[in-house]
């Protein structure tokens, strides 16, 4: 994106004719004031502080945001992108949950067939899901714009985002676990994609037998459950998880938490941190504790290190077993190999984020004011000189944790996750606080008393989560923004009602101080994590299909069109194909004519070549309604189980004659 010097020199000169006009002015009524800027602003009320923000914040008409968030839609099963810094919802990417606006699960067969595909062995065909982490694909440490991968927390599922057209192209019910929590983030080159699960599974890796009560559960909790660490294996072409060579690493019933991928000095490396090292099972209405009180017990957690790089060679080496369709490494053989370590980390842990160098591991802990930074270079020399200081009881080494701890930053009250600037400089969320905290990180990039030093805090409204900032989880970090994901929103936007929209507040880091430029409801689902690219990246993102294609496999499909005169209607049997049109403003055929019982196979062509061309295909009284991006093809396949006339009409507004768009099915 190129620079507009002149604009940029404008907005800064019009700014400050703002902030003197507020100085000055008068005072006008708003509509007396039109046209002129300053007495606009002080109708309005508007402080020299508020039109800074708004200057810095405001994208013109027709003009474009330097970076977009990739944020997860939690509850609502979806992503959403946002521009920044205008802090506008640029596009809603449906993954786990059904769609009506494109028609995302409703009769289009090739989301039909990747929604129940991604549905198996959960014991039914979901159509929801629980966005939490979503991780963008990386070349060398750097977002590449290729792809983009987001967990189903609830599900134990991941889906794949091919981001040359933005949509959804495969979903993975992961195998051997219930939930999915620990990452998800990508190796370096996008090698594997890693997702760990959050709550532990009863008989992850074996039979369970029959007849077991809660006693025998709560009792044998040790010993029966599991987590996982799963290392997807990525098809670097197509961006698709290939199963076959991927592979878990079974871990302890540990809760694991939050992960991140290590980088440069890190590379092959990755980090799980963990809650309830207790083993607590609840059963509170028995005279049990709760799991609450019982997993805050320890003064520490376990920090879970993973060579990923060597695990790989001991699947290739035939040291993993196949379990549900994926190699899984024993925590016997993890031992044996050398793969996996433990570290003390404070407890109740739900942050651990690798610096742009590799070499320092943040780890904060909710109950605790500190953040913990681990070195990578201390680790290392712990494991090869064997520092530990005893096992757990699944005889996993643990490290001695004064041996690795780099640094301790005290920030405030309840600190979460970190993101980095290009700096050298670290943002923490503090969750009881309501703050992000900006502090120095050690060599090389502060040294002396400017090492691990607290230097900046501002407030945020209210319970802040995440952050992120531009390019943040990367070894190339951009700084200038910072985006605080508030849980709460309270008296920040219009009472509407009893469920409050979540709210996320845009940070500028480019000053001395931090700013707050803009509060954004967010009213959809409850984003818990993002990650800010910049908009270059997908600068030439697909506008437009050769006709016929299948955006799930980006191939022409079979019995697509490629031109109006090549529709048709063909009978076989009970079975009827339909070879359809679409093109402002009419669907060829537009008059279909069948019996009850048969099957109707209609192959739907977009047959557009213009950008935006979007057309709707709607069949009333049997759920189905597609939406077609131009040069897009679908299928749609279905049994007419009752007489009568149905209409189906283009449900996307496309052109004058959008309402003429319409035709008749007539079962006989």
Partial sequence: MKTNKSGISRVITLSALFILGLITSCGKSEEAASGDPMAIAKARGLSPADVERAVKTFVPPGKFDDYVIFASGGHSGQMHLIGVPSMRILKTIPVFSNESWSGYGYGNQGIEEMLNKGSEGRGTNLRWG????????????????????????????????????????????????????????????????????????????SESPTGLTKKDHLEKYKDIYRGAS????????????????????????????????????????GFINSYNTELATGGNKDGGTSIETGASKNDFDFLHIINWEKAAQVVKAGKAKKINGINVISIQTAVAEGLLYLAPEPKSPHGVDVSPDGNYITVSGKLDPHSTIYGMDLIKKAIAEKNFEGTDAYGIPIIRYKSIVAGQVELGAGPLHTQYDDKGYAYTSLFLENAVVKWSLGPPYFTGDKAWK????????????????????????????????????????????????????????????????????????????????????????????????????????????????????????????????????????????????????????????????????????YNINLSLDAGEAALVDFIVSKPGSFSMYCTEFCSALHLEMQGWIIVS
């Avoid at 440490?141 to 985002?161: K, L, Q």
């Avoid at 991927?246 to 290590?262: C, K, M, R, T, V």
Wanted: charge should be negative; proline fraction near 6%; glycine fraction near 8%.
């Fill in 454 to 621: 607290v230097v900046d805090k501002i407030s945020t409204s209210y319970n802040i989560g995440h952050l992120t900032t531009a390019h943040g989880d990367t070894r190339k970090p951009h700084g200038k923004y910072c985006i605080a994901m508030n849980k709460w929103s309270i008296d920040r936007h219009p009472k509407m009602g009893t469920l409050l929209p979540q709210n996320f507040q845009l940070i500028d880091l480019t000053g001395a101080k931090m700013q707050i430029l803009v509060d954004m409801p967010i009213g959809i689902g409850e984003p818990h994590y993002a990650q800010t690219a910049s908009m270059k990246l997908f600068e030439k993102s697909l506008q437009v299909y050769p006709i016929g294609t299948d955006p799930m496999t980006m191939q022409v499909m079979a019995g697509s069109i490629q031109k109006a005169e090549d529709t048709r209607i063909e009978r076989n049997g009970n079975t009827v194909d339909v070879y359809l049109s679409v093109i402002r403003s009419s669907f060829t055929p537009d008059l279909i004519e069948c019996k009850r019982g048969d099957r109707i196979r209609i192959h739907v062509t977009n047959i557009e070549q213009t950008p935006d061309a979007t057309h709707g295909f709607a069949i009333p009284e």
């Fill in 130 to 205: 629980d966005t939490h982490h979503p991780a963008l694909s990386e070349t060398e440490g750097d977002y590449d714009g290729r792809f983009c991968y987001i967990n189903d927390r609830a599900n134990g599922r991941i889906g794949m985002i091919d981001l040359t057209d933005f949509k959804t192209k495969q979903i993975l019910a992961i195998p051997n676990i219930q939930t999915s929590h620990g990452g998800v983030f990508a190796t370096p080159n996008t090698e594997y994609v890693h997702i760990s699960a959050k709550v532990p599974k009863a008989y992850a890796f």
């Fill in 230 to 269: 799963s290392w997807l294996k990525i098809d670097q072409k197509t961006g698709r998880f290939l199963l076959d060579e991927s592979f878990q690493i079974e871990l302890p019933p540990y809760n694991q938490d939050l992960a991140d991928a290590g980088k440069e000095v890190s590379f092959g490396w």
